[in-house]
């Protein structure tokens, strides 16, 4: 990271991690005891020893002056570490979870470990973690190819990698601790939350400049998944966030939203989370990795845009769907169901597009893994989008609703759309950012591939299962009018596919894990670096 | 003479024809972009998506006609099915009642040995009130009625009010120790002022009580009869139909052995059963009467 800082960038960055220490230091002694001062000590641990790192480079000779002929891939490599490891936490929590659900028994006697605090550990972990993670370092390395431009920046990069992990340790721990705002995917506290807008913003006027200097004529469709990404993230991020603080030296505070009011702005969040987080940015790197690595054109244009403008459009109405048969007016429900049934077209597009591309590397799916973890991407996201939108009618989820078919869902989607198009990019970038051909091991990316597919398989058909037979439970009636089934009864036919899903979800695990070593072996001792240059040098600041 | 949108002037096109590129594999031309190497097919935009556009968008206005859709200021389209949630919430909640009311509402009466002395009757009721049971009782009592750590057994034949069905009802109704005005009221005392070698002598000698005849002459005898017999009875047998368990037999809710009652002794207890009057009918009440009636009786078994 230093040696490619010059010696006055180092300065600032000395300064910079200085700030980030006293800031830490004084929510510390302003909070004094809790969470709030447990987060405070983290940020004073971070800024110092950033300090540390920086104050010893200090003297260490300036970097070449060929740097700014080439691309800046140093956050992008570190953004894929942080993936991986936070891959690593979030499902491994993901799977310890799900075998809590098969033996609640086995839940430690300590309150850090309980399942209501685990869970939004394995979300946060897995969404923001790992997918913010991937997201911002593939953002990089997609926004400096396709603008031929190196980035607009060199300390900012590492803002926004470092501070967005500090946000992700901070709502992570939190948990721990007992400390939640209790909105589902936006627990992390209001200093949390203030802290993530300014690396967002950071991250927004990185991206900005760096396309301003865009060496080509026009900017790539995937450039404008990652904007969209990055500014509805922001409005969402805000708008949902807004609260009061109990005192400003607590973590505690009170949404300026109530009632159901709140719940629709915590579902139109909620479900533009997954819009705009888990899908935007991924098609992003979607239409970046895919004709990459399989050498062929996107096959439409007009498509790619319209998807593109469907997706930005439609999305932003359908949250309402979650509130299906609740307080919410009836009226927002519909806007909500039938907004979700016209955003299907816009979906399949993108997902038809991507697969479409593929006519001509056929042969290529079949022998490379990393092209088939893409491929499979595109189908699982054909797949998900399809049956969200099926969800989304309201007699539909009067079966489905609060059942694991929900869960099933988002994990179609998470598991065999976002994670794998996550490894494919993955897989594409780690060898070449480090200047060589392959992968250390190619058949380890075999081996992941079909652990993952199989697991992803095994994970959603038993949720399947499981959500239709509870929705289909809780719904029978007998002959004489009463209820066929208990709650509780529902609850122990759920055994076999709780013990499913976590078998399932232990082999996905398996292969990050894998996944997670690869990157390490090819990683390690490689001196090289990406052999593409931008087309004009970065002007010098 | 620079033009952007002349097809002639785009990279990569012919300058004389506007052709670009043309994919082989397609036979599509490409837009003409290029960023590094990344390219892109001219193909047009299929018929196909157009029409499933054109079909989710008729879906969505015969929706928005059909069905409340659009808000207009302070009110909304109400929909030519003039549907109301609220109201259809309501109908479907009677229609099931409806279903069930022909058996269901003979409960209501107060004549529950009347009640269970129809077999035909019950043979419908008790199905159902299982559901209930294990819905609502399950959670404290067991799904058999198995009872645990704290929670009394429903299903042999010990009491603490009594396992008359009017009694039961009673306690369902009402609870114990329940916010409600007519509540069963119970508690077993605070005796931590009891000198520690005296408490630590009364809970061995009720620890032993079911082992057989205790000796109540002997100093810790006189400390039982003293300050327990009142609700317990002189001899430790309970039955007294004021929620005091009997010490005689193994069965006391919270465990009999010294620990425990050293525990009970030095922190009392004061149990919660919920009163259910104000969520569920008289109906259904008698109805989990009658199965809690049931359960209790030798050969009673959960359904």
């Known amino acids: 990271m230093t040696s490619t800082l010059t010696v006055s960038e180092r300065h600032v960055g000395l300064l910079l991690s200085i700030l980030l220490a006293l800031m830490g230091f004084a929510m510390a002694a302003a909070a004094r005891h809790g969470v709030m001062a447990v987060h405070g000590f983290m940020a004073v641990g971070l800024g110092m020893a950033l300090a540390f790192v920086l104050g010893g480079a200090l003297y260490d000779p300036e970097p070449s002056a060929d740097r700014l002929r080439r691309y800046y891939d140093a956050p992008t490599r570190f953004g894929i570490v942080m993936t991986l490891i936070w891959a690593m936490i979030g499902m491994g929590v993901g799977v310890w979870v799900a075998a809590l659900l098969y033996w609640p028994e086995g839940t430690p006697l300590w309150p850090a470990t309980s399942f209501g605090r685990l869970r939004p550990v394995h979300t946060t972990g897995i969404i923001f973690g790992f997918g913010g993670n991937a997201l911002i370092a593939t953002s990089f390395h997609v926004l400096q190819r396709t603008s031929r431009a190196r980035l607009a920046g060199s300390i900012s990069p590492w803002i926004v990698l470092i501070g967005f992990n500090l946000f992700c340790a901070w709502a992570v721990t939190g948990y721990l601790m007992g400390s939640t705002q209790s909105k589902e995917y936006a627990e992390a506290e209001w200093y949390a939350d203030l802290w993530l807008v300014v690396v967002w913003v950071t991250y927004f006027i990185l991206y900005i400049r760096t396309l301003a200097r865009r060496a080509e004529p026009h900017i790539y469709v995937a450039n404008w998944y990652y904007m969209a990404f990055i500014l509805v993230v922001a409005m969402l991020h805000i708008v949902n966030n807004l609260a009061l603080p109990v005192r400003w030296t607590t973590a505690e505070s009170f949404p300026i939203w109530s009632g159901v009011q709140d719940a629709m702005v915590q579902w139109w969040y909620g479900h533009n989370a997954v819009a705009f987080f888990l899908t935007a940015g991924f098609l992003g790197m979607l239409y970046y990795f895919l004709p990459v690595r399989s050498g062929r054109p996107i096959w439409s244009y007009r498509l790619s845009i319209v998807s593109f403008w469907g997706i930005t459009f439609f999305y932003i109405w359908v949250g309402s769907h979650h509130l299906h048969y609740t307080a919410l007016p009836y009226w927002a429900q519909t806007l909500g169901m039938t907004f979700s049934v016209m955003l299907l077209v816009p979906s399949w597009a993108s997902a038809g597009n991507a697969i479409a591309t593929l006519n001509g590397a056929w042969h290529k799916v079949r022998d490379d893994a990393t092209l088939r973890f893409m491929f499979v991407a595109a189908v699982f996201y054909g ?77 959603v058909v038993s949720m399947w299962n499981a959500g239709i037979t509870q929705g289909l439970m809780w719904r029978a009636y007998d002959a004489n009018g009463a209820l066929s ?15 499913l899903r976590t078998i399932g979800g232990a082999l996905f695990l398996t292969g990050a894990v894998v996944c997670a070593w690869n990157c390490r072996a090819t990683m390690r001792g490689a001196a090289g670096h990406a052999t593409d240059r931008p087309l004009v040098a970065q002007p010098a600041e | 003479m620079s033009n952007p949108t002349d097809p002639r002037q785009l990279p990569g096109a012919d300058p004389h024809t506007g052709n670009r590129q043309v994919d082989p594999v397609t036979g599509y031309d490409t837009t003409g972009h290029d960023w590094g190497g990344i390219t892109e097919l001219n193909t047009a935009f299929p018929k196909i998506v157009i029409w499933a556009l054109v079909l989710t968008f008729l879906y969505s206005v015969v929706a928005w006609i059909l069905l409340p859709a659009w808000p207009t200021g302070r009110d909304y389209t109400r929909g030519l099915l003039g549907l109301d949630q609220g109201t259809q919430a309501v109908e479907g909640y009677r229609k099931l009642n409806d279903g069930r009311k022909d058996w269901l509402s003979r409960f209501a009466g107060d004549d529950l040995a009347a009640l269970q002395s129809d077999s035909d009757l019950m043979a419908t009721a008790m199905p159902a009130a299982a559901r209930l049971f294990a819905d609502n009782c399950a959670a404290c009592h067991g799904t058999t009625g198995q009872g645990g750590p ?34 069963r009221f119970a508690e077993m005392p605070v005796f931590d002022w009891l000198e520690g070698a005296e408490r630590t002598a009364l809970a061995q000698f009720v620890s032993d009580l079911p082992n057989g005849p205790a000796d109540f002459e002997s100093p ?34 919270y465990g009999q052995d010294a620990e425990t009652v050293m525990e009970t002794l030095l922190k009392g207890r004061r149990g919660v059963m919920p009163a259910w009057s104000g969520r569920m009918s008289d109906a259904e009440i008698n109805l989990l009467t009658l199965y809690v009636a049931h359960l209790g009786q030798p050969g009673g078994v959960a359904q």
Not at chain 1, 425 to 446: D, F, W
Not at chain 2, 221 to 245: E, K, R, V, Y
Request: charged fraction near 10%; proline fraction near 4%.
């Open chain 1, 383 to 459: 797949l998900s989008t399809f049956e969200g939108s099926f969800l989304a009618i309201r007699p539909v989820n009067s079966l489905s609703h609060y059942t694991d078919w929900t869960v099933g869902h988002v994990h179609s989607g998470t598991l065999g759309w976002v994670a794998m198009i996550v490894f494919g990019a993955i897989y594409t970038l780690v060898p070449q950012l480090n200047g060589k051909t392959e992968m250390a091991s190619p058949r380890a990316v075999e081996w992941h591939f079909w652990l993952a597919v199989a697991g992803t398989l095994i994970y």
């Open chain 1, 485 to 499: 089934y208990s709650f509780v009864q529902s609850v122990e036919a759920m055994a076999p596919f709780y013990l």
């Open chain 2, 220 to 253: 810790v005898g006189t400390l039982f009869i003293d300050n327990c017999s009142s609700c317990h009875g002189d001899t430790g047998d309970g039955g007294l139909g004021i929620g005091a368990p009997s010490l005689t037999d193994t069965v006391a809710i």
């Open chain 2, 150 to 183: 704290g929670f009394p057994v429903l299903s042999d034949g010990t009491w603490l009010w009594s396992g008359d069905a009017d009694e039961i009802a009673t306690t369902i109704r009402h609870g114990i120790n329940a916010d409600d005005p007519d509540t």
